[in-house]
């Protein structure tokens, strides 16, 4: 079965301090996607990155960066010189690709991020 | 403005009760689904749908009831409604499932969440 695991639950940094935010997913198909959404106080879910399982490359948009290793079966986002504007809830989520998938997201429990000024 | 319209933002409800949280798109998208986000418990699927006349249950369907008569439409009912069901509720809507692979993209919008207590 499909499961997405975000162990860090809260996180919390001082500005500019670099942040990674774990993620590890389990699944049985070998053609999946990964997602990563940011969830800020005012509650809308913002989409920040997919990625499937066939592109390992890693990805870097501005402060953000993603590594993705089919290795571990990981696929961690990296903030870099936080700012309070990324205090948020930030979660992972995986929808399976193989044939019989249904092809819904599923969600990590989410992790909160916190940074101080 | 294109994307995905929930009604209520808020509702106070009592055990027992009855209501329906409206989820409308004007995207034309073909998939659908209702999430409930729990504290420390992350978006759980509810129930979705791949088409009007179809629909099929999540991951936490008990106690909710969906239909999908339209393209644009995915209410979802609470027909007797309980404490454990206090949360809030997202809608969301793409063209096909995550996982199937559309040429052009298949972005996934969300509702802005529907804040629900039942007392």
């Known amino acids: 079965a499909q499961k997405v695991t975000q162990a860090q639950t809260e996180i919390s940094v001082v500005e500019k301090e670099d942040v990674t935010l774990d993620c590890v997913y389990e699944?049985?198909?070998?053609?999946?996607?990964l997602f990563w959404y940011k969830q800020p106080p005012s509650g809308e879910l913002v989409f920040l990155i997919r990625?499937?399982?066939?592109?390992?490359q890693n990805e870097i948009s501005g402060r953000y960066s993603w590594n993705f290793q089919k290795s571990t079966s990981s696929f961690n986002f990296t903030i870099t010189a936080s700012q309070v504007v990324d205090s948020a809830v930030y979660f992972c989520?995986?929808?399976?690709?193989?044939?019989?998938?249904?092809?819904?997201?599923?969600f990590g429990k989410g992790t909160k991020l916190s940074v101080k000024p | 403005n294109a994307g995905v319209t929930q009604t209520p933002k808020f509702q106070v409800l009592k055990t027992g009760q009855s209501m329906t949280l409206q989820c409308a798109q004007d995207?034309?998208?073909?998939?659908m689904s209702w999430y409930r986000q729990d504290p420390g418990m992350g978006l759980r699927l509810i129930h979705y749908s791949v088409g009007a006349g179809i629909t099929d249950q999540g991951e936490v369907p008990n106690g909710y009831n969906v239909s999908r008569s339209t393209t644009e439409d995915f209410p979802l009912r609470l027909l007797s409604a309980a404490p454990s069901q206090t949360s809030v509720y997202f809608c969301?809507?793409?063209?096909?499932?995550?996982?199937?692979?559309?040429?052009?993209?298949?972005?996934?919008?969300f509702g802005e969440g529907s804040w629900l207590t039942v007392v």
């Open positions: 995207m034309n998208h073909e998939y």
């Open positions: 990625r499937n399982s066939f592109d390992e």
């Open positions: 969301a809507s793409s063209y096909v499932a995550q996982g199937i692979v559309k040429r052009g993209g298949n972005t996934i919008y």
């Open positions: 699944t049985r198909d070998t053609t999946y996607y």
């Open positions: 989520a995986l929808s399976e690709a193989g044939i019989g998938s249904q092809g819904n997201l599923i």
